[in-house]
């Protein structure tokens, strides 16, 4: 079992719509929370950053997390045909230094 | 500009022709690790650096080696690639928080 799952998609919704990306994990020592976007023959870039449980909202994106069940989600309201790209969940630990822990990523496309 | 650079950004090679990838930051950051990407697997760290001549294994070191002889610099050196290590290559930086900043990849074939 890996330590992050997320499912890859492919997830399709029309612009405009509220998307919700998820992953759960089973390392209970994760205490820090990363949602990056990658477009495509891109590097990584952060989106999301934030500690321990709850929620952080940052213009059109929130990141949640419930450290009680180990599931955390982003959501995109109003989403835009821009926001076309591959979401990728991290996460780390106090003590984890440089060592971050990917799910697959979410493929998403949002179309006109 | 902060930047993250790699180079090649393509490269296609054969199995056993020693090559190295190059990564440069300008940010003075003090950590760097080379991630490799494929599909189904997501994003694995392959080396990671604390600072200059501190170097660490990560998830996936075998048939790589890195060096950190500068703060700026953290070269990736395949010493006999083979067809398993074809794929996506990343390296990337960070500094004081938990940021990382990711180079634009390099896209490694080993026929």
Same mark, same amino acid.
């Given at each position: 079992q890996k330590e992050v799952e997320q499912d890859p998609g492919p997830l399709s919704v029309p612009e405009g719509a509220i998307v919700s990306l998820n992953c759960t994990y089973s %390392? @209970?020592?994760? =205490?820090y929370f990363m949602w990056y976007r990658q477009y495509s023959r891109k590097g990584p870039e952060l989106l999301m950053y934030t500690y321990s449980s709850g929620n952080k909202e940052d213009g059109r994106f929130t990141a949640q997390v419930d450290k009680s069940s180990k599931y955390i989600s982003l959501f995109i309201r109003d *989403? =835009?045909? @821009?926001? *076309?790209a591959t979401y990728l969940c991290a996460m780390t630990y106090? &003590? &984890? &230094? %440089?060592k971050l822990t990917f799910g697959t990523g979410t493929q998403l496309k949002v179309e006109l | 500009e902060a930047q993250v650079t790699q180079n090649p950004r393509y490269l296609i090679t054969v199995t056993g022709k020693k090559l190295t990838v190059t990564c440069s930051q300008?940010?003075?950051?003090e950590y760097m690790s080379w991630y490799r990407q494929d599909p189904g697997l997501g994003l694995r760290q392959i080396y990671y650096s604390m600072n200059v001549e501190v170097t660490d294994k990560g998830d996936v070191p075998e048939g790589y080696k890195v060096s950190r002889k500068e703060k700026r610099n953290f070269p990736l050196i395949l010493e006999s690639p083979s067809p398993n290590q074809t794929s996506l290559y990343f390296c990337a930086s960070r500094g004081a928080t938990d940021t990382q900043y990711f180079g634009p990849g390099t896209r490694l074939t080993v026929l």
């Amino acid at each position: 079992q890996k330590e992050v799952e997320q499912d890859p998609g492919p997830l399709s919704v029309p612009e405009g719509a509220i998307v919700s990306l998820n992953c759960t994990y089973s %390392n @209970s020592a994760f =205490q820090y929370f990363m949602w990056y976007r990658q477009y495509s023959r891109k590097g990584p870039e952060l989106l999301m950053y934030t500690y321990s449980s709850g929620n952080k909202e940052d213009g059109r994106f929130t990141a949640q997390v419930d450290k009680s069940s180990k599931y955390i989600s982003l959501f995109i309201r109003d *989403s =835009q045909p @821009s926001d *076309s790209a591959t979401y990728l969940c991290a996460m780390t630990y106090t &003590g &984890g &230094g %440089n060592k971050l822990t990917f799910g697959t990523g979410t493929q998403l496309k949002v179309e006109l | 500009e902060a930047q993250v650079t790699q180079n090649p950004r393509y490269l296609i090679t054969v199995t056993g022709k020693k090559l190295t990838v190059t990564c440069s930051q300008n940010m003075n950051h003090e950590y760097m690790s080379w991630y490799r990407q494929d599909p189904g697997l997501g994003l694995r760290q392959i080396y990671y650096s604390m600072n200059v001549e501190v170097t660490d294994k990560g998830d996936v070191p075998e048939g790589y080696k890195v060096s950190r002889k500068e703060k700026r610099n953290f070269p990736l050196i395949l010493e006999s690639p083979s067809p398993n290590q074809t794929s996506l290559y990343f390296c990337a930086s960070r500094g004081a928080t938990d940021t990382q900043y990711f180079g634009p990849g390099t896209r490694l074939t080993v026929l």
